[in-house]
């Protein structure tokens, strides 16, 4: 019990209470509707995150509901039945200590491009300079959600910052969970602007 007490440290608050407001953020922007998407956020002091629970909102994380789990998906912290999406999270985690904060959306004009099985192409500088590229990861087997190893596959690229889910999706990561939102906001913003931009090519 004393184990579990030293796990979950006491930065587990001040993260919560950091993500609320980041997903907040995230569905004020309609960037997830429902209780889709996921959001999770490192703490500080030890191998463990905070995320958000299966069938709760963004606009309903709170501290009573959302999980403390070790980088293998324990949970150290928390009654609700964890998401299916965590599995990819804190794999993320374990590939890539240099992220702090990972956000999953399923925000419409990035998720049209991901159901039509298309690359987004980043075609403004700003999108190319804060991304490179937005790379595919296909369906799982028949066609359901992602393997987890495939999207921590991807993300093994350190200069990897987002990606798309095929059928499904946007990931973001960043250093803050700020920075991770921001990326899933590009990603948004990003696939707009090149739908348009073939409307208007006439393609
Ligand atoms: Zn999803």
Redesign the pocket.
């Given at each position: 019990m004393q184990l579990q007490a030293v796990a979950v440290g006491s930065d587990a608050t001040a993260k919560m209470r950091e993500l609320m407001e980041v997903a907040q953020r995230s569905y004020q922007r309609g960037l997830q509707t429902g209780t889709?998407?996921?959001i999770s956020i490192r703490l500080g002091q030890q191998d463990a995150v905070v995320i958000k629970p299966s069938g709760v909102g963004f606009a309903e994380c709170a501290e009573d509901n959302l999980l403390v789990v070790d980088l293998h998906g324990t949970i150290l912290q928390g009654t609700h039945k964890p998401s299916k999406?965590m599995d990819f999270h804190v794999g993320i985690y374990r590939a890539r200590p240099d992220v702090q904060g990972i956000v999953?959306v399923?925000s419409p004009w990035a998720t049209a491009w991901a159901s039509a099985g298309r690359e987004i192409p980043t075609l403004t500088v700003h999108s190319r300079d804060k991304m490179g590229r937005i790379p595919v990861v296909p369906t799982g087997p028949g066609g359901g959600n992602q393997n987890p190893d495939d999207i921590v596959e991807v993300y093994r690229d350190e200069s990897r910052k987002a990606v798309l889910l095929e059928n499904?999706?946007s990931v973001g990561v960043g250093k803050t969970l700020l920075a991770a939102e921001q990326v899933v906001e590009l990603i948004e913003e990003t696939a707009q602007i090149a739908a348009v931009a073939e409307m208007l090519r006439g393609r």
């Amino acid at each position: 019990m004393q184990l579990q007490a030293v796990a979950v440290g006491s930065d587990a608050t001040a993260k919560m209470r950091e993500l609320m407001e980041v997903a907040q953020r995230s569905y004020q922007r309609g960037l997830q509707t429902g209780t889709g998407g996921n959001i999770s956020i490192r703490l500080g002091q030890q191998d463990a995150v905070v995320i958000k629970p299966s069938g709760v909102g963004f606009a309903e994380c709170a501290e009573d509901n959302l999980l403390v789990v070790d980088l293998h998906g324990t949970i150290l912290q928390g009654t609700h039945k964890p998401s299916k999406d965590m599995d990819f999270h804190v794999g993320i985690y374990r590939a890539r200590p240099d992220v702090q904060g990972i956000v999953h959306v399923h925000s419409p004009w990035a998720t049209a491009w991901a159901s039509a099985g298309r690359e987004i192409p980043t075609l403004t500088v700003h999108s190319r300079d804060k991304m490179g590229r937005i790379p595919v990861v296909p369906t799982g087997p028949g066609g359901g959600n992602q393997n987890p190893d495939d999207i921590v596959e991807v993300y093994r690229d350190e200069s990897r910052k987002a990606v798309l889910l095929e059928n499904h999706g946007s990931v973001g990561v960043g250093k803050t969970l700020l920075a991770a939102e921001q990326v899933v906001e590009l990603i948004e913003e990003t696939a707009q602007i090149a739908a348009v931009a073939e409307m208007l090519r006439g393609r």
